[in-house]
């Protein structure tokens, strides 16, 4: 740790002294860390939270003692204060409290004998995650023991993320191991004392993150996150909650060995880690899905670069946010190693915590989704091996689970794979309240193919990676009907001298709708954007623009949220309904099946841009939409035809790329 060199041995030992002098009762008072008080904060804003939640199951050979087994996970929280830690408040602020002694029981459960001991013993392990730890009360960890299968028993422990880690997940286990091994033989454990505790670490990282080493350190990190998106807009199948939620699920990952390999070696071609090729291909992936060239992805930094600091179990790990520019331009080789040189940085402040950095850049608090990154990638060595929950064999190809299974989330996405002998393997988390399960299947298979791509053709440039899976390729093509500018002409008298781009729109929004000279025109609501677009497409049509309420029309003009309102007998059964703008979801398009709905939307709410008939299900605009193109009118008046992967070019304005998932942002833009 860079700290280190700035703290003498003499203040070291003196702080030591003084942390020591402080233990002589049952119970003593610490600070907490930086992380340590965001996860305090976070569960005074949600009770009960359990995304926080650290579960470790182990599968272990039975018969066993679970006495010796009881007496050995006792003795690891002997060992370390973090796992005797509650929290209180102390002056108005929160505060470590540490017991001298807890004993922890070992819950027993045995369904061998049940008619579905399988689903009996997964049961379990789902009500053991579910229930809520009490920060204040405590413990902050518990264990089961399931009997489920003969020969097999499955040990579950789960602790708060407040008072452990991955890392910590590790040690825990093998001081486990070490401690049973020992007491079933009746022989001393043989571990070294630990040289400090949880509680030092805290002190001294509030002694030290101050003054120039806090100025330099924020100084880093608003330059490298200057101007940054602060929210990654994915295209998602539901809309963004109000205030987010921390519902969620996950898939389990496999890259196969033969691809890991390859990967590995590309790494080395380019001086760089397995870590930093598959986040640069994750990180190329997400642009291309948001259809824009800035993300920010968090990834976890274990934060124990001094060796007294890593036999401990404790909240260490700490959030480092990883920012990607990728241009038009930028090649698979430029993008590795622009990765590469983000991450190197990004370590060598690595000691500035997530905590402190969001406080210093003054980002604007949302209830709805995570300061800075909402998007997380993590790489970790498979230390506790294949005992860990989440780890899978190796296997032949590369693969995400046929079925979602349900959980937690923390990001909005969250990849995680541990690096084992061979295959990489691990999860995919992804919210509920945004994503469904076919959709995180689908990006998956798509980063899959982009690290294929990524070793093929180092010199392709990363927005020209084809990404149509096989079975998107034989997408339906619709003809694409001739648009005569006689339509724009008309529209652009209507609009004024300088109404180019609202008069092209409109011209494509006559034939996108079938509008002609017989049609009527109206629009729902009183939204003057919505009314003009109504106009100018009748002015190009030469059809009559009846106005704005519900006067009997044959193509009437409205928003999603008027669709949803609006009453079924308000409109005739025969007229077109055109939905412009975004979203548009099952709620507001189940009543109206059957009927002809088309929708319409571009940059901004009521220039619409391309178009798309909406039939059954497929109305529903963010749901995917298979099988479907999108027809767009191009700078020259000409209809284009683009599919899910593509360019689209829009009178005057910039160029537009589409997204991956047939999805559309909520800012109109095409995604």
């Not at 796992?83 to 002694?101: C, D, E, K, N, Y």
């Not at 905590?355 to 995570?370: A, F, P, Q």
């Not at 005057?652 to 998932?661: F, N, S, W």
Request: aromatic residues 6%.
């Amino acid at each position: 740790m860079e700290s280190a060199a700035r703290s003498t041995p003499l203040r070291k030992r003196a702080l030591l002294a003084q942390l020591l002098a402080e233990r002589a009762g049952p119970v003593r008072s610490a600070p907490l860390s930086f992380a340590q008080e965001r996860l305090w904060f976070l569960e005074q804003l949600h009770p009960g939270n359990t995304a926080y939640h650290l579960p470790i199951v182990l599968r272990l050979r039975d018969p066993l003692d679970a006495g010796v087994l009881e007496r050995a996970l006792n003795q690891v929280v002997a060992r370390h204060e973090a796992l005797r830690t509650t929290f209180a408040i102390s002056g108005g602020v929160p505060v470590q409290r540490i017991s001298s002694s807890l004993h922890v029981p070992l819950r027993e459960i045995d369904v061998r004998s049940s008619a579905d001991p399988a689903g009996d013993a997964q049961r379990t392990l789902e009500e053991d995650n579910a229930q809520p730890f009490d920060l204040q009360r405590g413990p902050l960890l518990r264990a089961t023991l399931i009997h489920a299968i003969p020969g097999e028993a499955t040990l579950v422990i789960t602790m708060h993320h407040i008072v452990s880690d991955g890392w910590s997940c590790g040690v825990l286990v093998r001081e486990l191991t070490a401690c049973y091994d020992a007491f079933a033989r009746n022989q001393a454990v043989s571990l070294a004392a630990l040289p400090i505790q949880y509680a030092d670490f805290a002190v001294w990282q509030r002694e030290w993150l101050q003054g120039e080493v806090l100025a330099k350190e924020v100084a880093y990190w608003k330059n490298r996150l200057s101007d940054a998106p602060p929210l990654l807009d994915l295209p998602t199948d539901h809309p963004r909650p109000l205030v987010e939620s921390h519902r969620g699920a996950f898939q389990t990952v496999v890259i196969s060995a033969r691809l890991v390999e390859r990967l590995r070696g590309l790494a080395r071609e380019h001086n760089a880690t397995p870590f930093m090729v598959l986040l640069a291909i994750f990180q190329g992936l997400l642009t291309r899905t948001a259809g824009i060239n800035d993300v920010v992805v968090a990834s976890p930094s274990a934060n124990r670069n001094r060796a007294d600091l890593e036999p401990l179990i404790g909240f260490f790990v700490n959030m480092l946010p990883l920012r990607a520019r990728i241009t038009r331009e930028l090649t698979v080789r430029g993008l590795i190693q622009h990765v590469r040189e983000a991450t190197l940085a990004a370590f060598d402040h690595q000691d500035l915590p997530f905590e402190t950095l969001v406080e210093e850049l003054r980002v604007r608090r949302s209830l709805s989704h995570s300061p800075v990154c909402q998007v997380a990638f993590v790489l970790q060595a498979a230390t506790i091996g294949a005992n860990l929950s989440g780890a899978v064999p190796a296997a032949a190809g590369c693969h995400a689970v046929s079925a979602p299974v349900d959980g937690t989330a923390k990001f909005d996405l969250t990849l995680s794979l541990l690096d084992g002998a061979g295959s990489l393997a691990g999860t995919c988390e992804y919210r509920t309240d945004l994503f469904d399960h076919i959709t995180v299947t689908r990006l998956l298979r798509r980063y899959f193919h982009m690290l294929e791509a990524a070793c093929d053709k180092q010199d392709a440039r990363v927005w020209e990676i084809p990404l149509a899976l096989n079975d998107e390729a034989a997408l339906i093509v619709r003809p694409a009907p001739e648009v005569d500018a006689t339509l724009v002409a008309r529209a652009a008298k209507v609009a004024g001298p300088t109404g180019d781009t609202k008069a092209l729109t409109a011209g494509a929004t006559a034939v996108a709708i079938g509008a002609s000279s017989a049609s009527r025109i109206a629009a729902v609501e009183d939204n003057p954007a919505l009314t003009l677009l109504a106009r100018l497409t009748a002015a190009a049509a030469g059809a009559t623009f009846v106005g704005v309420g519900k006067t009997p029309a044959t193509h009437v003009f409205l928003t999603p949220r008027a669709l949803a309102a609006l009453p079924l007998d308000a409109v005739a059964t025969d007229a077109t309904l055109v939905v412009v703008g975004l979203p548009c979801f099952d709620s507001a398009f189940a009543r109206w099946t059957g009927r002809r709905v088309v929708g319409v939307w571009g940059p901004s709410a009521g220039v619409a841009s391309a178009s798309l008939e909406l039939i059954g299900r497929e109305a529903v605009i963010a749901s995917p939409l298979d099988g479907q193109r999108v027809e767009v009118l191009d700078e020259r008046h000409q209809r284009q035809v683009v599919g899910l992967c593509g360019e689209i070019a829009i009178g005057a304005l910039e160029k537009y790329r589409t997204g991956l998932v047939g999805r559309h942002r909520e800012d109109g833009r095409m995604s």
